[in-house]
């Protein structure tokens, strides 16, 4: 039976750019990922920063104060255990991963919970800038190179990216095609299953002529023993 990579799509909107100061997370986005493919399962949360939204980011997101002003606190079961059940053991997958991660682990220490290593976050950003150096890398960039359309990205919001991200992600991985499982079910998982043509009850007729087969003879004749039709014929 052929394992499945469980991985998570994951994007965060912050009060600010600051995660080692006072700024706060306060929305989270995240898609289940099988073997690179989005499965549909997700995850999304705004969440009550105690603190202002800075301009920056209500301009970027349109997430205001007053929208956060009822939402749940990061450190309530319904945010920080929903999420952390959610992301179980699995990589995550982010768009310049060391920010997302830096906002994630800030908010894991305030509730005394254990960070999430570094070793098991997947930078998109790394990717891309590897695989295209030199060209622009940034999620909206990827996302035209890949046509993925971007049409219902007026503003950011974690969930629309981490969607998005999915999808770049498993275009930076070779495509929807590379992802294909061929176990399917049938004998060994490693290799593709090949199905063999059935054979024609009655031959087709020839629709080469007599005199054509006897011309194309004569020509192999010419050709000599050694020729590699001579050799075919044999």
């Known amino acids: 039976m052929t394992t499945q990579l469980r991985e998570i799509a994951f994007d965060t909107e912050t009060t600010g750019l600051n995660w080692s100061g006072e700024d706060r997370i306060i929305e989270v986005g995240a898609v289940e990922l099988i073997n690179h493919v989005a499965t549909g399962r997700t995850f999304h949360q705004r969440i009550n920063p105690r603190r202002k939204v800075s301009e920056k980011t209500i301009e970027i997101t349109g997430i205001t104060d007053e929208m956060l002003v009822d939402m749940p606190f990061f450190e309530d079961a319904c945010i920080v255990d929903a999420l952390l059940e959610f992301i179980d053991e699995s990589p995550i997958v982010a768009h310049n991963a060391s920010f997302d991660r830096g906002f994630l682990n800030a908010e894991l220490v305030r509730c005394g919970r254990p960070e999430i290593i570094v070793d098991r976050w997947v930078d998109t950003l790394d990717i891309a800038k590897k695989r295209y150096p030199g060209a622009p890398a940034s999620l909206d960039a990827l996302c035209k190179r890949f046509n993925i359309g971007l049409e219902a990205r007026t503003l950011h919001g974690a969930l629309l990216d981490s969607q998005l991200l999915a999808e770049v992600y498993l275009e930076l991985r070779g495509g929807r095609a590379r992802s294909f499982d061929f176990n399917d079910g ?23 002529t007599k005199e054509e087969a006897e011309r194309h003879s004569a020509f192999l004749e010419e050709l000599g023993e050694d020729s590699i039709w001579a050799k075919l014929r044999a």
């Open 186 to 208: 049938f004998g060994d998982g490693n290799k593709a299953r090949f199905s063999t043509a059935r054979q024609r009850p009655e031959p087709l007729v020839s629709l080469v």
